[in-house]
């Protein structure tokens, strides 16, 4: 290699290295709105309906939201019940505990303003890997709707 091409060649390797650094940049799990087995329309939840299902009830079923999917997870009551440990996170939607890996007051909200790409990685992890595949889902979130709902409006104004 001659000279100048070498020295192009050093020069462009940094912006390339910085290129590819920033098109890794992690893309969360896209939730898909789905209709339930049998052809039942999903509903929609509000925060105060989802907080009828925190266990205390024991008439009603335990519901749990992640990324605004309602899931029903009554048969992991032992994880879940009045006095178990993760009962903290039920009848709410608690992503952001689930991205952290915390189970502290302040944590227990959807807003996952501000995490990093690792952390939301983690909370798609144990979407798609605890929640998806062993229990079943029975709603959406309200705010995941109307977000999904903008996101279709920008589309079709070229704005996504
Ligand atoms: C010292 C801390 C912790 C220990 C020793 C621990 C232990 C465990 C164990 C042993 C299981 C598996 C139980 C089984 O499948 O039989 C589990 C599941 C789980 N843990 Fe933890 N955990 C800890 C902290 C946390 C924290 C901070 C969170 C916060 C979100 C959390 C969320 C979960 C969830 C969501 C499951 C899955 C439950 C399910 O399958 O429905 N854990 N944990």
């Known amino acids: 290699m001659s000279a100048a091409k070498s020295s192009l060649f050093c020069l462009a390797l940094p912006y390339f290295c910085f290129v590819l650094v920033l098109c890794d940049k992690y893309v969360p799990v896209r939730v898909e709105i789905e209709t339930n ?9 509000t925060a105060d309906e989802l907080a009828k299902y925190d266990a205390s009830d024991p008439e009603l079923p335990i519901y749990l939201a992640l990324k605004g999917v309602v899931f029903d997870v009554t048969s992991g009551k032992r994880f879940y019940g009045k006095e178990s440990d993760y009962n903290i996170l039920v009848g709410k939607d608690a992503s952001k505990a689930h991205a952290l890996w915390s189970l502290e007051e302040k944590d227990l909200t959807h807003d996952l303003t501000g995490l990093t790409d690792k952390q939301l990685e983690g909370l798609d992890e ?18 995941l709707i109307k977000q999904q709902e903008d996101d279709i409006q920008k589309r079709f104004k070229n704005e996504l």
Do not use: L
């Not at 087995?37 to 929609?44: A, F």
């Not at 979407?127 to 309200?142: I, S």
């Open 126 to 143: 144990v979407y798609e890997k605890t929640y998806k595949p062993k229990y079943p889902v029975v709603g959406y979130m309200d705010y």
């Open 37 to 45: 087995e049998g052809g039942v329309p999903p509903k929609m939840f």
